[in-house]
């Protein structure tokens, strides 16, 4: 099935030359063609330029099936890549979010058996089938609201085969979704109450059983470990993050949320994909990050939600790095995988441009999941998975106008997307 959209009001992050990444002052550079058409078939991104160029009677002889849609006042952009997310998890955690209100802090939870230990066994009990269902809602959820490739996490399973359990429902969804979807094997996200004294054991459980089973089953395109004070040590992490490479499974790790853990130089010393949350980066993390090919990632949702310090994410940019921004969708710290959100806190909370926020949450998204030669920007060859934008006046507008849903269709792999669940 082949489809035209014509009379684009304005098509968004366009590119002649496939970019890897874009940081520093290129992040203010957002290439758009106004009053403008797209071409898709066979799930590729096929052609695109000014309507004034289009031969339409062309398309029509050549593609019988061609569907027409017209964009009228409406604008067309690459859909949002949310590189870090959680949304594999068996139930959500309200009662827990009073208590933060009431005054305990996301350590003082965790210190009490409750946060991710709290999910962890809930998802001992939950059936395979039911997790699955469960979180293809989620994903159609997202999808809805212009998310066209998302990173998932393992991380609450901390036993063999609730870990295992976990992965094979992300491989499952990859199977059945449309979105682009990665896999992340976070055994190291908390330490199990029975390891708590021992936590060097529960790490060579990670890297002797955990890792030659997730390899074994092709089940992660990725190893993560939450290297923070009061987690894994930057010891464990390079331990895990070693022990994964052995595998082909690069780091995409958290690190520096809840202190200067030195998580991110870590990363960086292993090659990880990219470091993610940094509330606290410094001029030493900025140095590192500077002579890396490592993605620097901010989770405004998490910050937001648990009502920490925010990442310097301004001066990160102006320093030279470049930026990407996802929403840590997990029912602890963000419970929200709504990337419109994360594109209007960028700018409100961490003071981006709306450039900056578009392509914090799309081409620099994409490199942090290695998938920005095939998503993340409007290019000829690339997946087609395109947002048609509602009615709006200005593209400054998506972060501006914040809360409301401002996608009207999604196209994810070529095709309409029709929410099922
Ligand atoms: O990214 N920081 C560590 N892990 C998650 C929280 C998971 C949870 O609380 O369930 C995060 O914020
Ligand atoms: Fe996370």
């Known amino acids: 099935m082949a489809i035209l959209i014509k009379n684009i009001k304005n098509l968004l992050q366009v590119e002649k030359e496939i970019r ?78 009073i208590d933060k209100i009431k005054g305990l802090s996301y350590e003082d939870i965790a210190k009490r058996g409750g946060g991710i230990l709290n999910t962890a066994r809930k998802m001992q009990e939950i059936p395979e089938d039911v997790l699955f269902e469960e979180s293809l809602g989620r994903l159609d ?23 295992l359990k976990m992965l094979r429902v992300i491989k499952k969804l990859k199977q059945v979704s449309p979105l ?15 390891y708590r004294g021992r936590q060097g054991d529960y790490v060579d459980l ?57 998580g991110v130089q870590a990363g960086v010393k292993y090659n990880a ?33 648990l009502g920490m310090i925010y990442a310097p994410a ?20 963000s419970p929200s995988g709504n990337m419109q959100l994360i594109l209007s806190m960028a700018s409100i909370l961490y003071k981006l441009l709306p450039e900056e926020a578009i392509n914090a949450t799309t081409i620099n998204t994409a490199y942090a999941m290695g998938i920005s030669d095939k998503l993340g920007s409007i290019a000829k060859g690339k997946i087609a998975n395109i947002i048609i934008t509602k009615e709006i006046p200005t593209y400054e507008y998506l972060p501006y106008y914040y809360g409301a849903n401002k996608v009207d269709t999604m196209i994810l792999n070529g095709k309409v997307f029709i929410p099922q669940y």
């Open 273 to 305: 994909l990219s470091v993610d949350h940094l509330e606290y980066v410094g001029d030493e993390e900025i140095e590192a990050l500077l002579k890396s090919d490592t993605m620097p990632t901010v989770l405004p949702g998490a910050a937001f939600f």
């Open 314 to 333: 301004r001066k990160m940019i102006d320093a030279g790095l470049p930026l990407a921004l996802a929403s840590d969708f997990n029912p602890g710290s």
């Open 20 to 97: 890897l990444l874009v940081k520093g002052s290129e992040m203010r550079e957002l290439r758009t063609i106004k009053d403008s058409w797209l071409f898709i078939d066979k799930g590729l991104i096929e052609d695109f330029g000014e309507m004034a160029g289009l031969d339409e009677p062309s398309y029509y002889k050549e593609y019988h099936d061609l569907q027409i849609i017209d964009a009228g006042a409406r604008m067309v952009m690459p859909a949002f890549v949310d590189s870090h997310t959680h949304l594999v998890y068996p139930a959500s955690r309200e009662i827990e979010y």
């Open 141 to 163: 959820e997202i999808a809805a609201l212009g998310t066209g490739a998302v990173e998932i996490k393992s991380g609450y399973g901390l036993t063999l085969e609730s870990e």
């Open 206 to 262: 990670i890297i002797n059983e955990m890792i030659p089973h997730v390899a074994e089953g092709n089940l992660a395109d990725f190893i993560d470990v939450f290297c923070d004070k009061g987690f894994f040590t930057v010891k464990d992490t390079e331990r895990i993050l070693e022990a994964g490479a052995k595998y082909g499974m690069r780091g995409k790790i958290h690190a520096n949320e809840l202190d200067y853990s030195g």
């Open 180 to 194: 682009t979807i990665k896999a992340n094997f976070l055994g190291a996200h908390s330490i199990p109450m029975e």
